[in-house]
């Protein structure tokens, strides 16, 4: 693989830059492999990667029945954040913030990690009292985490609405000085070239039509480019994942909902921060390219569809321009919706399945993209190793039947209202 | 924007309503020895088809009654609605 650095950018120039390795191969299917990753999003390419790197399997083939990086690793908001209370979803998390950090070097492709902090802002004494439990809770999970006064958060987000006549007024935030953002279509490329190079074969525009099991036991699953054998299968297929449940016929504790973002037009630099809004959901940051980068509430109903519908739209930024007014003297740049896989208590399930060799990555509800990289870390070592590691022990698929439930924000199974 | 037809009242904007989920999961038999599993199904697991979903939904800026609407999942075309206690087809 020929490696990107100044020299190889000063080399092609000469060359007109026509000269470029493909990133990545178009192969056709062998007739098997040792593992199937049906999904090439984010976790599932990520998946692959690791599998290869940290366990030497790579007579592997990813199977994705669109393109790869076309699902929501290409349509989230690019947050990247540890800022959660429960041990779980902190120790995960946190593992994954180290991942982030290291990716450009690891994957050699800027995925412009970018650390700039993220703050959620807090609207009363009560939110104060929450936030600060929180932080405490992150910090002796070593995350770092600051709570922050309204003057603190003032000289932060000036922009905001700080004046006397508000419904919610900002009391405060609690910030999270290493979360950030990062260049989202970046991290499915630079996973998927990486894989590449070590012998995975990524296989787009195929789709998964059934699996083979015998006995108990998956033998290979069949495909729109015909029947491929696998010793062991993983699905990372987010808001796929129930469809692909019935062809198993497994019922599991996850819906499909859609989710909407937009961006606005580009404007110069002035919010330095991720923001929340608390007193409602919305988030805000601004892209590189100026645009400000925003998200809130789920559409409010079980849906396959990857577009939204303008009254939850209108909602969300409505909020948003509760929290920054000068949002309402921007036009709007574009808007576009994913399909996200809502568990019932809002936390991620990875783990292995009734059926021998089948392995189950979903349940990311709208956190995922933060996720890719812990979340194909401990995957391919749950695949490889036919165990859960100890930083996805939690994440099991029995939890809903034990009570163990990891619910972060203590919402129950509606999960619509999340 | 859907538009959803409340068998009491006629067709309204989605605005109206809020979004109950699935309705045909079915709570277990009262007094009666119920499993773990029974409850995890009950409470926890659900089909979430891509198609038609027959779920609740409640006029809650209307009739305040609760009604069941079928509607495709991926189209969001809605076919039919019911009463809550209206048998569905």
């Known amino acids: ?82 800022n959660y209370m429960h041990d779980d979803n902190a120790l995960f998390s946190e593992f994954g913030m180290d991942l982030w950090r290291k990716m450009s070097q690891d994957l050699n492709y800027n995925v412009m990690f970018s650390p700039r902090g993220i703050i959620n802002l807090a609207h009363s004494d009560a939110q104060m009292n929450a936030y600060s439990r929180r932080g405490n809770s992150m910090r002796l999970n070593g995350i770092d985490a600051v709570l922050l006064n309204r003057e603190e958060v003032q000289k932060r987000i000036p922009m905001a609405d700080f004046s006397d006549n508000v419904r919610f007024p900002i009391f405060g935030g609690l910030m999270q000085p290493s979360a950030g953002t990062a260049r989202h279509d970046a991290v499915a490329w630079g996973y998927a070239r990486q894989a590449d190079s070590m012998g995975v074969d990524i296989i787009q525009n195929c789709e998964v039509t059934g699996f083979d099991v015998t006995n108990g036991k998956i033998v290979g699953v069949r495909t729109s480019r015909g029947d491929i054998k696998a010793k062991k299968v993983g ?141 194909g870390w401990t995957f391919a070592h749950t695949i490889a190793q036919d165990r859960v590691h100890k930083l996805n022990a939690g994440y099991s698929l029995n939890r809903f039947n034990t009570g163990d439930l990891i619910d972060e924000k203590g919402l129950g199974t509606k999960t619509w209202i999340s | 924007m859907l538009y959803i037809f409340c068998p009491h009242c006629g067709s309204r904007s989605q605005n109206e309503f809020a979004y109950g989920g699935d309705a045909t999961v079915k709570r277990p038999e009262l007094n009666k020895e119920i499993s773990d599993q029974e409850w995890n199904n009950f409470v926890y697991l659900r089909k979430s088809p891509r198609g038609k979903h027959l779920e609740l939904w409640h006029h809650i800026s209307g009739c305040r009654q609760w009604i069941k609407v079928e509607r495709d999942t991926s189209t969001h075309e809605i076919f039919k609605t019911y009463k809550a206690d209206e048998l569905t087809e």
Not at chain 1, 57 to 80: D, L, Q, S
Not at chain 1, 341 to 366: A, E, Q, V
């Open chain 1, 1 to 82: 693989m020929q490696k990107y650095s100044v020299f190889s950018l000063i080399k092609n120039a000469f060359s007109d830059h026509q000269n470029w390795e493909v990133a990545w191969k178009d192969p056709t299917p062998k007739k098997e492999y040792d593992v199937i990753i049906i999904g090439g999003g984010g976790h599932g390419l990520a998946t692959a990667y690791y599998l290869a790197k940290e366990h030497n399997i790579t007579n592997v083939a990813i199977i994705e029945k669109g393109w790869i990086g076309g699902g929501n690793v290409g349509r989230n908001t690019t947050i990247i954040r540890s």
């Open chain 1, 235 to 375: 699905l990372c297929v987010a808001g796929s994942t129930n469809i692909l449940a019935e062809m198993l016929n497994m019922t599991l504790p996850i819906e499909t909902h859609l989710l909407q973002a937009c961006v606005s037009e580009p404007v110069k630099p002035l919010l330095d921060h991720v923001v929340t809004f608390g007193a409602g959901h919305f988030y805000c940051s601004q892209s590189d390219k100026g645009e400000m980068v925003m998200g809130g509430d789920l559409d409010g109903y079980n849906s396959y569809s990857q577009r939204g519908n303008l009254p939850t739209l209108q909602h969300v930024l409505t909020e948003g321009i509760a929290m920054f007014p000068f949002l309402s003297k921007l036009k709007m740049l574009r808007t576009w919706g994913g399909i996200m896989d809502m568990s019932m208590d809002g936390s991620p399930i990875i783990d292995k399945t009734h059926i021998d060799g089948l392995y189950l990555n979903c349940g990311w509800c709208y956190g995922g993209f933060k996720a890719t990289p812990a979340s």
